[in-house]
């Protein structure tokens, strides 16, 4: 079976600081990782995703995050926030290709951006 | 216009209660899906329809009926209502069944009293 935990259930961070979402994951097979953002009263949108290839993978909103397979981690950076990055950030796995094996989602990650 | 569209967006309902949930996509995409997030934001995934077909289900009451009458639609039905079926409902869509790029509706709060 896979999971998905992430550490901190909520992170406040000043505006322009640094802020790192954390997400590790299980799985005795090779998985496909990504984080989404869910914005107040709205669906989920997708940041980014890993699948193969560089392990530093970059997203929109100036979002990046580092596949670290040792480690069984997919952490998400951003290297200064602003006020409108408020959110709910979810970690997500999927085992291999297969669209049978459904997208299995963190317990989420408020982010509160301070002025 | 919106992408995936979802009706109601607020539900408020009696235990014991059957409601339907509407879900359309305008997206030309041949997946859908119902995710329902709990109260601690929780999001798991209920059901997958590929072209019409039902691909995932997962441990669903069977009191939950999804029906997809073509491709750009995928309906949640529900029966006997209870408590713990309140939360917030989401319909996604995606091209293909590999393809993690989800697009999500709204959702729909559904409160059972």
């Known amino acids: 079976a896979q999971s998905v935990t992430q550490l901190d259930s909520q992170v406040p961070v000043f505006e322009e600081a640094p802020v790192e979402l954390r997400c590790n994951y299980s799985?005795?097979?090779?998985?496909?990782l990504f984080w989404y953002v869910q914005y107040p009263n709205q669906g989920l949108q997708l940041l980014l995703k890993?699948?193969?290839?560089?392990?530093l993978v970059k997203g929109i909103n100036g979002f990046e995050a580092e596949f670290n397979k040792s480690q069984t981690s997919f952490h998400l950076r951003k290297p200064s926030v602003h006020i409108s990055d408020t959110a709910e950030y979810f970690c997500?796995?999927?085992?291999?290709?297969?669209?049978?094996?459904?997208?299995?989602f963190g317990k989420g990650t408020r982010l509160s951006v301070i002025a | 216009d919106t992408a995936v569209s979802q009706t109601p967006k607020y539900l408020v309902t009696q235990m014991g209660n059957d409601k339907s949930i509407k879900c359309e996509q305008n997206?030309?995409?041949?997946?859908m899906y119902w995710y329902k997030q709990d109260s601690k934001k929780f999001l798991k995934i209920m059901f997958s329809?590929?072209?019409?077909?039902?691909?995932i289900n997962e441990t669903v009451p069977n009191r939950f009926s999804p029906k997809s009458p073509d491709k750009a639609h995928l309906n949640l039905h529900i029966n006997s209502l209870e408590l713990g079926d309140s939360a917030v409902y989401f319909c996604?869509?995606?091209?293909?069944?590999?393809?993690?790029?989800?697009?999500f509706g709204s959702g729909t709060q559904l409160s059972v009293l």
């Open positions: 996604a869509s995606s091209q293909g069944q590999a393809n993690e790029k989800l697009f």
């Open positions: 799985s005795s097979v090779s998985v496909y």
């Open positions: 890993y699948l193969s290839g560089s392990t």
């Open positions: 997500a796995v999927r085992r291999g290709a297969s669209g049978n094996t459904p997208l299995v």
């Open positions: 997206l030309g995409h041949d997946t």
């Open positions: 329809y590929n072209n019409k077909e039902l691909i």
